[in-house]
C-alpha cells in the first residue's frame, strides 16, 4: 500500500489492469470504508473514491460515542437501538484499544422527566440486548459519588447507565485498513466527477487534487456519500429528483473546553427542551460538550457552529456544572453535518427524526446501491445488509464475516473479537510500557489507544529513543509520521493532528508549521522517488 501517495495496490486477487473491479465506492467516511471492507473481505475487488482526507467530514465530528442512543427510545425507535446495542458490544470487542466502556452520569431533579420514567427507560436499555461487558444502570446519590463533585449542590441524585467512548476517525481509518489489506484499492482526495451504466457496466471517472482524471469501470456502484449523497445522486448519477428519497441536513457541533471533572464519567444533561447533550473527557486536560441539531443549508463541507450554538452548549453545562462554561472558555469546535431520514416528518424538530438508515439497491442497467441515513455505531451492520443485498448481484455467496473478525489492532486477546480484549486492556497497556521501557509511559499508552497491537509494527527494530527520528513536536516523531503516512493516508498536517489524533489540541502554531513543512517535503521526497 502506498499510503503518501493516497493509493492502494492493485484491487482484487487476479484482477487485471484494465478489468472493472466489482464494487467502486464514492465516499470516505464511515458507511463507505465498512461497506468496502465487507465487500473486500467476501472476495469482491474494491475501489473507493473519497473527495476529501479519511473522515474529514461527519464521521470525525461525532460526539465520539459507540451507544444505542437512549433518547431515541423516547421517539418509540425500539429496533434502531436494539441494533445499536448489539452493535455496540460487536465493535468493543473487535476494536477494544479504540472503543472503551464509559459510565455515564445522569444528573436528575423534581422539574425533569419523572424519576420512575428514566428508571423504566434504563431498564428498558439495559435489556433491549444482551450485555457481556457493560455494568447496568442503577440510581446513585451525586453527594457521595464522585461525579457529583464537578455539579452544583441542587443535583443530589441522579442515574448512572453505561455505553461506549469511540475514536471515531481512527474507527474510519482503521475500517479503510482492514479493506486496503484485503487488496481494495483506497483514493482519498480523488472525487467522482461522473458515473454511467452501460451494458451493465459503470464508468466512472475520477478527478485528483491536482487535476489529473482517470477512468474506471465497474461491475456495480455503492453511492456512500454521506451529506453528500443527493447531490451525488443528482448531478454525478444523473437521476431524476423523484428517484431520491427526502433527506434533512442537520448540523451537530460540539465545543471543547479546559477539564470540568477529573474522573472517567460522562455526563448526559437535560435540556428543559427535550433535547440532551453530552459532556464527556476528552483527551486528558478538556471536557468535550455536544451535541446541537441545526438545519444546514450550506454546503456540508464549510458546516461551522454558530454563536447561537455555542452560547446554548454554554448555558447548559452552566446549569449543571459547579463551575460556570463561557464562550470565552472554549479552545476548540467541530460541526458535522449529519444525512438524516426527513420521511413524512420534514417539519418535525430534528432531533426527532430517526437516526436509523435505509438502504436503495437498483439492479438495473447496472447494480446500484445507494445509502441514506445512518450512525456511526450501526456501521458494519450497515455494511454486511449492504452487500448481503449487493454480492448475489455479482455472483458472490460468500456471506457475512464482519461479526467474527477483529479490526486492525484489536487481536489484544484473541485473533477474533472477544471480550477479554476490553477487560485485559489495562494489562495489555502496562506490558507495552514494560517491553517499550525507554518510551514515556503516557506516549505507549497513546500508541495503544491508537494502534493496538499494530504499535509493535510502528516500533519495529527501535531500541531506544534516538530510534523513533527527529520530534517535531512534543510526543510526535518523523517514525510515528512516516508511518501515517505509509499505511495510513496521511497527506497533511490536519490529517495527522485533527484526525489520526487528537494533538492538534495541545500543538503551538509553531509546532503546526514545523509539521507542514516536515510532510511536504516528505511527499516530494516519494514522489521523486517514484518510477516514471
Not at 503518501?4 to 464514492?26: F, H, K, L, M
Not at 441494533?83 to 473487535?94: H, V, Y
Not at 454546503?299 to 470565552?328: K, M, N, T, W
Not at 506516549?443 to 527520528?469: I, W
Request: with cysteine; hydrophobic share 40%; charged share 20%.
Amino acid at each position: 500500500m502506498n499510503g503518501i501517495a493516497g493509493s492502494a495496490p492493485e484491487a482484487g486477487t487476479g484482477r487485471s489492469a484494465g478489468q472493472p473491479v466489482d464494487v467502486a465506492v464514492i465516499g470516505g467516511g464511515i458507511n463507505g470504508v465498512s461497506i468496502a471492507r465487507d465487500a473486500a473481505g467476501r472476495g469482491l475487488s474494491v475501489l473507493l473514491c473519497e473527495q476529501d482526507d479519511l473522515a474529514a467530514h461527519t464521521s470525525s465530528a461525532s460526539s465520539k460515542m459507540i451507544h444505542g442512543g437512549l433518547r431515541y427510545l423516547e421517539y418509540g425507535e425500539f429496533g434502531l437501538v436494539r441494533k445499536a446495542l448489539q452493535e455496540r458490544e460487536i465493535l468493543m470487542s473487535s476494536a477494544a484499544h479504540l472503543i472503551h466502556p464509559l459510565r455515564l452520569i445522569m444528573p436528575h431533579t423534581a422539574d425533569q422527566r419523572p424519576a420512575w420514567l428514566i428508571r423504566l427507560g434504563l431498564l428498558l436499555y439495559d435489556h433491549l440486548a444482551s450485555r457481556r461487558i457493560l455494568p447496568a444502570s442503577a440510581a446513585v446519590d451525586l453527594r457521595t459519588h464522585v461525579a457529583g463533585q464537578a455539579l452544583q449542590a441542587r443535583y443530589r441524585r441522579g442515574f448512572a447507565y453505561s455505553d461506549g467512548w469511540v475514536n471515531d476517525a481512527r474507527l474510519v481509518v482503521l475500517n479503510a485498513l482492514d479493506a486496503a489489506e484485503r487488496r481494495a484499492q483506497i483514493l482519498t482526495r480523488t472525487r467522482c466527477v461522473s458515473a454511467q451504466a452501460e451494458a451493465g457496466i459503470w464508468r466512472l471517472e475520477l478527478e485528483t487534487r491536482s487535476g489529473r482524471r482517470q477512468r474506471v469501470t465497474a461491475r456495480s456502484l455503492v453511492n456512500a456519500s454521506g451529506p453528500w449523497v443527493a447531490q451525488t445522486a443528482r448531478s454525478v448519477l444523473q437521476q431524476p429528483v423523484a428517484a431520491i428519497p427526502p433527506l434533512r441536513l442537520v448540523r451537530g457541533s460540539h465545543i471543547v473546553v479546559p477539564a470540568l471533572f477529573a474522573h472517567d464519567c460522562a455526563y448526559l444533561l437535560q435540556h428543559s427542551d427535550g433535547r440532551v447533550v453530552f459532556a464527556l473527557p476528552y483527551e486528558q486536560h478538556f471536557t468535550l460538550i455536544g451535541t446541537t441539531d441545526v438545519d444546514q443549508h450550506d454546503d456540508p463541507g464549510q458546516a461551522q457552529i454558530s454563536a447561537d450554538e455555542i452560547a446554548y452548549l454554554c448555558g447548559l453545562a452552566s446549569s449543571y456544572f459547579a463551575r460556570p462554561v463561557r464562550p470565552a472558555d472554549v479552545v476548540h469546535s467541530f460541526s458535522g453535518v449529519r444525512p438524516l431520514l426527513a420521511g413524512d416528518g420534514t417539519g418535525a424538530q430534528a432531533a426527532a427524526l430517526s437516526r436509523d438508515y435505509r438502504l436503495l439497491l437498483t439492479p438495473q442497467p447496472a447494480p446500484l446501491l445507494q445509502v441514506w441515513g445512518g450512525k456511526i455505531t450501526t456501521c458494519r451492520k450497515l455494511a454486511e445488509e449492504a452487500l448481503d443485498q449487493l454480492a448475489p448481484l455479482l455472483g458472490n455467496r460468500h456471506g457475512a464475516w464482519t461479526a467474527h473478525a477483529c479490526l486492525p489492532g484489536g487481536d489484544i486477546a484473541a485473533t477474533v473479537p472477544d471480550v477479554r480484549s476490553v477487560t485485559g486492556l489495562a494489562d495489555f497497556v502496562a506490558s507495552c510500557q514494560q517491553r517499550y521501557h525507554w518510551l514515556p509511559p503516557a506516549l505507549v499508552q497513546r500508541y495503544v489507544n491508537a494502534y493496538g497491537t499494530r504499535l509493535h509494527r510502528l516500533l519495529e527494530g527501535c531500541r531506544q529513543m534516538a530510534d523513533m527520528g527527529e520530534w517535531l513536536a512534543p510526543g510526535l516523531c518523523t517514525r510515528e509520521l512516516d508511518y501515517l503516512m505509509q499505511y495510513e493516508w496521511a497527506q497533511q498536517a490536519d490529517d495527522v493532528l485533527w484526525r489520526r489524533s487528537h494533538l492538534g489540541l495541545q500543538l503551538p502554531a509553531a509546532a503546526v508549521e514545523r509539521l507542514s513543512a516536515w510532510m511536504q517535503v516528505r511527499r516530494q521526497d516519494h514522489q521523486h522517488a517514484l518510477p516514471p
